[in-house]
């Protein structure tokens, strides 16, 4: 819908109706804007509109309608500036009282009766879409909870949704930031599908041919062309999930991919123009893997125009409750007593909303009506300790050893095992610390031992930041 309404004012301005069109917040954030150069992001900073209305809209939250408008009128007082030109009309309506869509005619001319009708009517049109963004994103299939920080992350999903350029999604393992990707695509309107691209599980000599496809012939099994993730995205979101870890080979052509929109699928002549959106998301410190050389700092700046940082469950206890009412359907209608509440209230949440609801599936299945505190404490205690269950005796360790040793890769002996969860994260962690202890704390020194040749390292340290598995001996430095 918001897409839609985007390309109706599009159109109008095609067919010079309208001169510009923004969209901005009570803050004064211009999220989106199409026709006549406003420069600049923010109210404040930016020029070429009527100052005096939009300063007048964000103190009072009304509704304007001025035909004709002079921009002299604008409180900078001053003849000099590019705003104390003459516009026809301008036309500013509320958006659900925390946004504003503005409209003006330019110098030459005003709205007819019929501009004015048709913009009201988009107008009413879009506030009954951000009032239905509002209220779904409280339910079901929104962002639960109504702590402070997820109402303000409900207003930058809404703020970004309107927007074409890339987001970065920023958090710990758990909080969501899938879900969130697919929020923004779905109130964005694009047209297209959302593709999702899981880095981690893409061999590094594949990540061109995984995004840009290939035609028949281009190597040999090619047998016949193949659309890649870039294609398959066409009027839609590529979310990149994980981004960190694209391989620093790939990086140069994913960035010029972002800023240009261009990309050429292997074997082929011309390049190719799509209309993609993209969406990345990590759980690790960018910035940081940017300063060890492991992540280009210009794709870090690109992949990062709006950025939002989903909080761990831990910082908003008091969405708890609203998160296990919107999710009853786990308990199977069980009741509960203030016991299982003290609990859940209690508990730190490593693993925030995935463990959450993994512990209200489980109780569901596994406890009887009431749940009681030692009941709920039980399920808790149980996922804690086979997360941290390991030994250097434990059966898949000694199996992840014996398939190094005979000369498989650590990709495919311990990585590959890792993500399909036939290892967990502590008998990861044991194996390099043990490969540390052999090779003199240093992980140059390990790279043999897990048959990895030394263009391979950056990698695998990316690989072991990303997923939280370096061991916590103070034999382990990274180089």
């Not at 292997?266 to 690790?284: F, M, P, Y």
């Not at 919107?326 to 199977?332: A, I, V």
Request: hydrophobic share 35%; charged share 30%; proline share 4%.
């Amino acid at each position: 819908m918001v897409q839609r309404i985007k390309r109706k004012v599009q159109e109008m301005l095609d067919r010079k109706q309208v001169s510009v069109a923004m969209i901005y917040d009570r803050n004064g954030h211009i999220l989106w804007r199409h026709g006549r150069d406003i420069n600049g992001r923010s109210i404040g900073e930016a020029s070429g509109f009527c100052r005096a209305a939009v300063e007048e809209s964000l103190t009072h939250g009304r509704s304007i309608c001025r035909d004709p408008v002079s921009m002299y009128t604008s409180s900078r007082k001053n003849k000099n500036d590019s705003d104390s030109r003459g516009y026809g009309s301008v036309m500013i309506q509320p958006l659900d009282s925390s946004y504003f869509f503005y409209v003006d005619s330019g110098p030459d001319r005003e709205f007819s009766a019929e501009d004015r009708r048709a913009f009201q009517l988009i107008f009413e049109i879009m506030d009954e879409v951000v009032e239905h963004i509002r209220q779904s994103q409280r339910g079901m299939g929104g962002i639960t909870g109504e702590s402070p920080i997820i109402k303000d992350l409900r207003d930058q999903v809404l703020r970004f949704a309107v927007e074409d350029e890339p987001v970065l999604l920023t958090g710990e393992t758990g909080v969501g930031k899938n879900h969130v990707a697919t929020l923004i695509h779905q109130y964005s309107g694009r047209r297209g599908p959302f593709v999702v691209a899981h880095t981690p599980a893409i061999p590094e000599q594949l990540f061109e041919r995984e995004f840009f496809g290939h035609c028949r012939g281009a190597f040999t099994d090619a047998r016949s062309d193949r659309r890649g993730l870039v294609a398959g995205a066409q009027g839609g979101t590529l979310f990149l999930d994980e981004i960190t870890e694209v391989p620093v080979s790939f990086q140069a052509k994913l960035l010029r991919f972002i800023e240009s929109g261009k990309f050429r699928p292997l074997g082929e002549v011309r390049e190719k123009q799509s209309d993609v959106r993209v969406i990345s998301a990590t759980n690790r410190d960018v910035l940081r893997m940017v300063n060890e050389g492991l992540f280009r700092e210009d794709l870090f700046y690109r992949i990062q125009v709006l950025q939002i940082g989903i909080p761990p469950l831990r910082e908003r206890p008091q969405d708890i409750r609203h998160l296990v009412d919107t999710h009853q359907h786990f308990l199977k209608g069980k009741e509960l007593t203030p016991g299982f509440w003290d609990v859940m209230l209690s508990h730190d949440w490593p693993g925030n909303i995935r463990e959450l609801f993994t512990v209200l599936k489980r109780a569901g299945i596994l406890l009887q009506s009431p749940i009681s505190a030692e009941g709920i404490r039980l399920v808790i205690n149980h996922g804690c300790l086979r997360e941290k269950a390991t030994s250097v005796n434990n059966c898949r360790v000694k199996e992840a050893w014996r398939r190094l040793h005979e000369g498989e890769t650590f990709w495919e002996a311990v990585r590959k095992p890792f993500l399909a969860r036939d290892l967990n994260r502590p008998e990861v962690i044991e194996l390099i610390d043990r490969a540390l202890r052999l090779g003199r704390g240093r992980y140059r020194n390990i790279l043999e031992l897990f048959n990895l040749s030394a263009q391979e390292y950056k990698r695998f340290m990316n690989f072991v930041h990303q997923h939280r598995l370096r061991p916590t001996a103070c034999c382990s430095k990274p180089e």
